[in-house]
């Protein structure tokens, strides 16, 4: 198995397929690096009640990373979160709703929506959960404990609006695009890659020994704080100019290549590997 002892994985675009599924090729290749020894876990934009049956059909006991860092859980609970300040972000909100953008909140066991777009109807498509909708102009919802807010639409509407009310909220957010109209708004400080962090202390790992896979801005510090950063064939050109190793292949397909060229290789496969980023 060499020095990877951890492989963390994002999710959509990476370790799933085009279609967000969860193939058998993937599923053998991360049964077969467990089987040897090592640690398998995700890391994703995701919350927890959208990861349960990847966690299960993984058998994934380790804790996982969620929300883009700002959470850490398992099977059973969460293990850590950093709740978000709403106040402040309240009026980009706002506006982002009046410009056509769909605004997500992110509970621990609820998503909330303004009102019902495409977007949303996509959303729920995809993650295969169904959001409640909430009346904004009263003043429960300001109360709820968030994990994160996510903004969907054009991103020509979207980067004006958060640039505009970036200088008022100062550090208070950590902001990542996910997807291609995906923008994810965090507690201040967190992120894929501080969680990675976090989670090898739990684990008591050296960076050496981890390898973490991702296709999109919201991997870059996750991949350049494991040992090996890998990016599959589909992802981000920063990405892929930042990583040690650009995959071939896109999404599973890709995870499955890393695995057998880093973890699980030939000796004369593991002297190949690096360099291809």
Request: hydrophobic fraction near 40%.
């Amino acid at each position: 198995m060499g020095e990877i002892k951890l492989i963390v994985s994002d999710l959509d675009g990476t370790l799933l397929s085009a279609d967000h599924q969860l193939t058998e090729k993937v599923r053998m290749a991360v049964r077969r690096f467990t089987e040897a020894g090592g640690m398998f876990t995700f890391a994703t934009g995701r919350p927890g009640l959208t990861v349960r049956t990847v966690v299960e059909a993984l058998d994934i006991d380790l804790p996982f990373i969620l929300c883009n860092g700002s959470v850490i859980a398992d099977r059973e609970r969460t293990l850590e979160m950093v709740p978000m300040k709403l106040d402040d972000l309240i009026p980009a909100m706002e506006e982002a709703d009046r410009e056509g953008i769909s605004v997500l909140l992110f509970e621990e066991n609820q998503i909330s929506v303004f009102r019902r777009t495409e977007d949303v109807d996509r959303f729920e498509h995809k993650e295969g959960i169904s959001c409640r909708l909430i009346d904004f102009t009263t003043e429960e919802w300001k109360s709820a404990t968030l994990q994160k807010v996510l903004w969907i639409g054009d991103f020509q509407k979207i980067q004006p609006i958060w640039d505009a009310y970036l200088r008022k909220l100062g550090n208070q957010y950590s902001v990542f695009q996910s997807e291609i109209d995906f923008l994810e708004i965090i507690p201040e400080n967190q992120s894929k890659g501080q969680a990675l962090k976090k989670l090898m202390n739990r684990l008591h790992l050296k960076p050496s020994q981890v390898m973490a896979i991702g296709n999109q801005l919201n991997d870059l510090d996750m991949i350049e704080t494991a040992g090996v950063g890998v990016a599959v064939a589909n992802s981000h050109p920063l990405l892929k100019e930042k990583a040690d190793y650009v995959c071939l292949d896109s999404y599973g397909d890709g995870v499955v290549e890393a695995i057998h060229t880093f973890c699980l290789p030939s000796r004369q496969e593991r002297s190949s590997g690096m360099g291809a980023g």
